[in-house]
């Protein structure tokens, strides 16, 4: 298993927790605007188009002595501050056109082992040039940065966060953008796009078997035959073909899903939920006591299953989360099967 899939697991793990328990407690970011000016910049002006499904929240930082988690949101509204950005890299000798941001997501993320803290920064996006015939594709970000102290990081990871933001639009403002032209339509309506190429949102036939990852359920590509003890399915009555061919009952929680009888199930510690599929997003309702499954498309979510490294991860995710159980209806992110309550 490659570091970097650990560290996007631990990642995305800790990024999607229930964050509602540390309502109280908030940081306020201001974006650390760039010291360098791009001279003969293709653009005077940003226009942010913010498509996360939550577009308050910022992600976790911890801070204090005690390290109290709180909420990262932006003290003055994103749009604003964007601006500011360009503002700051820019200047006389930039020509009149408009640049637009398309944020899909912007997170931070701490955690706290041994001696050291980590951090940890995520950002999707991706750069258009507003033209006469609508909108040109400049480049696309999807990146995970990471920082490291022996003493606090939370500074030096909003710093980070803001660099890396500010790093991207500057590489960018003299690129020249793709000759195809997207609508309005398609650069809000992306979700619907992308969810077009992904075979899952595409049928109501689904391919029995046991999905180690939101990637191979999305594909529909199962990872491992199952077996059913019984006729309906229970939280221990799977069993699946192991790495060394041995038939294992299997323990819900540490793959995304199972379909049985054409019927696809979402697998968490507490047990499986039936998915149902409402204006082509998948639903269930249950009880979530972990955030295994906010992993993205990675095969290295197949150690978690059995592999004694995977074990670890898994327990420290589950350790981590304990205080973050939650019951109600949830919707399967169709970006990287996270789970996202409704209600």
Known sequence: MKPSQLIKIFFIALLFFNLNVYAQNFEKL????????????????????????????????????????????????????????????????????????????????????????????????????????????????????????????????????????????????????????????????????????LPVYNTNIYADGLYLTYKTFAEQTPDMKIIVEGDEIEKNNVKATDETGKLKKVKSGTFFAIVYKGVPYVSTSSGYYKLNKNNDDFFFNGKVEDVLHSSSSTTAMSGMMFGALGGAIAGAISAAAASNDSKGEFKVSYQDGRFIKVR
Not at 58 to 81: D, H, M, S, W, Y
Not at 146 to 165: H, P, Q, R, W, Y
């Open 30 to 197: 201001t974006l650390t605007l760039p010291q360098t000016k791009i001279s003969n910049s293709s653009y005077n002006k940003v226009t942010l188009i913010d498509l996360r499904p939550d577009t308050v929240s910022l992600g976790i930082i911890q801070t204090g002595a005690f390290n109290r988690v709180a909420i990262v949101v932006a003290k003055e509204p994103l749009q604003q501050q964007i601006s500011n950005i360009l503002t700051a890299l820019i200047d006389n000798t930039a020509k009149s056109q408009e640049l637009v941001l398309q944020l899909r997501y912007i997170s931070f993320a701490e955690m706290t082992g041994g001696f050291s803290e980590k951090g940890y920064f995520l950002l999707k996006a991706q750069l258009y040039a507003k033209a006469d015939d609508g909108y040109r594709k400049i480049n696309t970000i999807d990146t995970v940065a990471t920082i490291s102290s022996a003493i606090d990081v939370s500074n030096a990871l909003l710093k980070k966060g803001s660099e890396t933001l500010s790093n991207f639009i500057a590489a960018n403002l003299k690129r020249k953008p793709s000759n195809y032209s997207y609508s309005y339509n398609d650069v809000v309506k992306v979700d619907s796009i992308e969810k077009s190429k």
